[in-house]
Each structure stands twice: as structure tokens, then as C-alpha cells.
């Protein structure tokens, strides 16, 4: 019996060490990943935007193509002066809007090109042939011979999104090949200053992201991540000589680009509708301006801060047969005071022409505040060096991602 009993308590002691050397080996188990000694490495759990992320790629992938351009030849003559023929080439993207083989791209990617190359996201080359453009809206119709192919839904992008969404790019990026970036709404309604005339609308209600985007990312999609398609891409600010993305991308809104391709695809042309156009240049009051007034013409103004400053008009346009005088303190206009020169420009992109808004105003002239109606008309196409109350002041141009570059 005694022997049993030191059996048994040998048993109990074994049982209890080996619990203790378990205990101890796991709580100095060192993590693969490099933790530190006694914490035990686990997977980190995977994000629900990472998740939706991955998602929205294998969709939108499917519906957006690389474009290779070849253009005309053109005269090079080098550092010694001695010519030569040189043939562009560019590289830039596509969304299939229809499953009979219809991409929409940018007019810039595909403007003068003499031959266009289209890969699908599986690997299949088409050629492809203009169809339509649309330059005002720097948006292009391109037809290839393919059926029964993936296209992208549309979401309503004026109702569908708010500024802080996720959302991804996607694009032939550098000329690299389908390639994905993500991040987020930063801005809607976004005007940016037209590379070509004050009538070029497709920039006037831009969709701002901070999503990369870079050239050859031109004519991609702008997707949320449930894969809808709310805009096109179409251009960006950089900085950097080459044209690198800093974070502010551009892209035209999906109701702009559908309204568009109705058009496109039936009549092969879509006009632009006319601006609302007031007529007048302005500035932006500040009280360094009204100090510069006051010294030169002995003009003064009641507040320095608020408004804009009338620097002359279209001779006949809407302002001046409403009234309106150069030097005037415009402070008011559809019931909306101006507390930055952007703010009228925004309050004309509401309205159209023929429609009338009050404007109330400050005549420095007659130390007077006065209210005005000015009855809006249709932009003209070529302002030339005139007055143009879309172009309130120098900014910066944008510049165009796509070829040539």
C-alpha cells in the first residue's frame, strides 16, 4: 500500500509539472511576426473596407481596359538640328459601357490618334475606332467588335455619394497595366479651370478624390466599393515637373458621362449647353484692395471683407444693361451673400440663361447700397481677353493625365 501511494503521488506530481512547463513555454512563446516575448501572435482581423475593397476590384477590373494610341508622325529635329520623324504613342484607360463593345474614354487620350489599341482586363486586344466625341466635356466614344461583355452600372452621382466615401481608382496607370489605388471623396461639386475655353462643362462639378491617380489613368473609373461607377477620370493637380500625383484627382461625374452617351451612341455628337453668363470681372475685396481704391479714386467702402469688386464688364452683356458699374461692391446675388469670390461662380453653375437674380451691390460713387436685376444670358463661345465671371482670378491649371506625356 505504500508503494501504491507513492506511485500515485509520483502520477499527481508528474501531471502538475508538465502543466507548469506548458504554462511556461506559452507564456514565453515569441510571435512569428516578430512580437515581443509572452504575446502570443494572432492574425490581425481583416478590415470591412479591406474586404469591400478587394470586392469592388475583381468588379470594376472587369469593366475598365487599357488604351494604346498611335498618332500621326511628327517632325523632331533634335539637339543638332537634324529632323527626324518621330510617331506618338500614348497609353490610357477605358470603362465598357455597354456589352456590345462601347468604351467611353477621355478626348484627350484618343485626340488625333490614328490607331487605337484596346485590352480587356482577360488579356484580349481589340482594335478599336472612334465613334463619337465630345470635347467640351473631354469625354470620347470608342467601338470595338466584341459582344456579351462586362460593363459598369452607373450610380446616381449627385444622390449616391457624400464627401468622406471609400472609393477606388482604377486605370493603366504609368502605361503599367491595370492597376487599382484607393481612397476617398474629397470634394464635390468641384469647379477646375478649363484647359481650353470657359465652356469646357465637364470640370465644372468635378468629383475630387485623393485617390493616386497618375498618367495613363485617364479615362478610368472612379468607383464606390459596391463597384458602381460614379465618374471618370479625367485629370489632376501635381506639383512635380513630370506630372506625379499629390493627392487631388479629378473626375467627371457618372450623371455627366451617361447624360453624354445617350447622345454619343445614337446621334454621334452631344453639344454642350450654353453657360449662364452675367458678364462682368471681378476681384475679390479685401482690405488691401479697398485701401488701393481709396488712394487711387478716393473711393470707400463700408466693409472690406465680404464680396467683389466690379473690374469692368462686356459692353452690352447682362451686368451692364442691368446697371452694374465698374468699381461696384457686389455683395449679394440670389439672396446669397458673397463671402469669397469661388461663391459667385458656384451661384452662376445653378442657373441658366434667361433666368433673372437680384444683385445687391454697394456704388461707392454715390455712398450707396442699390439692388439690381440682372437677367442672365448664354456664354459666348470665344470671350477672348474680355470679362468672363467664370474666371474670377489666376489659378492654377490642371494638368491631364493620358498622352501624349
Known amino acids: ?6 506511485i500515485v503521488l509520483g502520477a499527481v506530481a508528474g501531471v502538475l509539472l508538465w502543466q507548469g512547463f506548458q ?6 512563446e515569441t510571435s512569428t511576426n516578430g512580437g515581443l516575448p509572452g504575446i502570443v501572435s494572432r ?3 481583416e478590415s470591412p473596407n479591406a474586404q469591400s475593397s478587394a470586392k469592388a476590384a475583381n468588379t470594376v477590373e472587369e469593366y475598365v481596359v487599357n488604351v494604346d494610341t498611335t498618332g500621326r508622325p511628327v517632325a523632331d529635329y533634335g539637339f543638332f538640328g537634324f529632323q527626324r520623324w518621330v510617331t506618338p504613342r500614348g497609353s490610357g484607360s477605358g470603362v ?3 456589352k456590345d463593345g462601347f468604351i467611353v474614354t477621355n ?3 484618343v485626340d488625333d490618334a490614328q490607331d487605337i489599341q484596346v485590352t480587356l482586363f482577360s488579356g484580349r486586344k481589340f482594335s478599336g475606332r472612334l465613334w463619337a466625341r465630345a470635347p467640351d466635356y473631354d469625354l470620347a466614344l470608342v467601338k470595338i467588335n466584341a459582344n456579351d461583355l462586362p460593363y459598369a452600372r452607373f450610380a446616381d452621382s449627385e444622390k449616391d455619394i457624400r464627401v468622406g466615401d471609400p472609393v477606388i481608382a482604377v486605370g493603366n496607370a504609368l502605361g503599367l497595366g491595370t492597376t ?4 476617398i471623396i474629397s470634394a464635390l461639386q468641384r469647379r477646375v479651370p478649363s484647359q481650353n475655353d470657359s465652356r469646357n462643362v465637364s470640370l465644372q462639378k468635378a468629383i ?3 485617390a493616386a491617380i497618375n498618367p495613363g489613368n485617364s479615362g478610368g473609373a472612379l468607383a464606390l466599393l459596391d463597384g458602381r461607377l460614379i465618374g471618370i477620370n479625367t485629370a489632376i493637380y501635381s506639383t512635380n515637373q513630370g506630372g506625379g500625383n499629390i493627392g487631388i484627382g479629378f473626375a467627371i461625374p457618372a450623371n455627366t458621362v451617361h447624360k453624354a452617351l445617350e447622345a454619343l451612341i445614337s446621334k454621334k455628337t452631344f453639344e454642350s449647353p450654353a453657360p449662364a453668363f452675367m458678364g462682368v470681372a471681378y476681384q475679390p475685396m479685401s482690405p488691401d484692395l479697398a485701401q488701393s481704391l481709396n488712394q487711387r479714386f478716393g473711393l470707400s467702402y463700408p466693409t472690406t471683407d465680404t464680396g467683389v469688386v466690379v473690374q469692368n464688364l462686356v459692353p452690352q452683356g447682362p451686368a451692364e444693361l442691368a446697371g452694374v458699374k465698374s468699381y461696384d461692391q457686389i455683395l449679394e446675388v440670389d439672396g446669397k451673400k458673397l463671402d469669397a469670390a469661388q461663391k459667385l461662380a458656384e451661384i452662376m453653375q445653378a442657373h441658366k440663361p434667361g433666368d433673372v437674380l437680384k444683385v445687391v451691390l454697394y456704388r461707392p460713387a454715390l455712398s450707396k447700397k442699390m439692388t439690381l436685376s440682372v437677367k442672365l444670358s448664354a456664354a459666348p463661345r470665344d470671350l477672348g481677353n474680355g470679362p468672363d465671371q467664370s474666371q474670377p482670378q489666376p489659378q492654377p491649371q490642371p494638368r491631364i493625365p493620358g498622352w501624349p506625356f
Open 96 to 98: 465598357i459601357v455597354r
Open 180 to 183: 487599382v489605388t484607393s481612397g
Open 208 to 210: 475630387q478624390t485623393d
Open 43 to 45: 492574425p490581425a482581423p
Open 107 to 109: 478626348n484627350h487620350v
Open 23 to 28: 504554462h511556461y513555454s506559452e507564456s514565453h
Open 1 to 6: 500500500m505504500k508503494q501504491l501511494g507513492l
